[in-house]
């Protein structure tokens, strides 16, 4: 199955009884187990969420260039006072 374009399974265990959740976002792995089928399914959810802010957050370093603001560019009435 998919959720967000990652690939997961959610099987029933056998020993110990309950429901256990996998996936692998951008070569890490991640894995779960929870009693109730819709609370491994909730989990599994916010785990796959929780991976793609965090692979996001770390391609999103910002740039020193451009927070560099030159005054001669600033629109007339918003210079330093």
């Known amino acids: ?8 399974s959610l099987v029933q265990a056998i020993s110990p009884q309950g429901w256990r959740w ?8 991640r894995s779960g187990q929870k ?8 989990q599994m959810k916010r ?5 793609i802010r965090r692979y996001n957050a770390t391609k ?3 740039s020193s260039a451009a927070s560099v603001i030159v005054e001669g560019n600033l629109p007339a009435g918003r210079g330093s006072a």
Request: glycine share 6%; no cysteine; proline share 3%.
């Open 60 to 62: 999103k370093e910002p």
């Open 22 to 29: 996998s996936f692998e976002y951008k070569g890490r792995q």
């Open 35 to 42: 009693a109730d089928r819709e609370d491994a399914f909730l």
């Open 47 to 51: 785990s796959i969420d929780q991976a």
């Open 1 to 8: 199955m998919i959720y967000r374009g990652v690939q997961y």
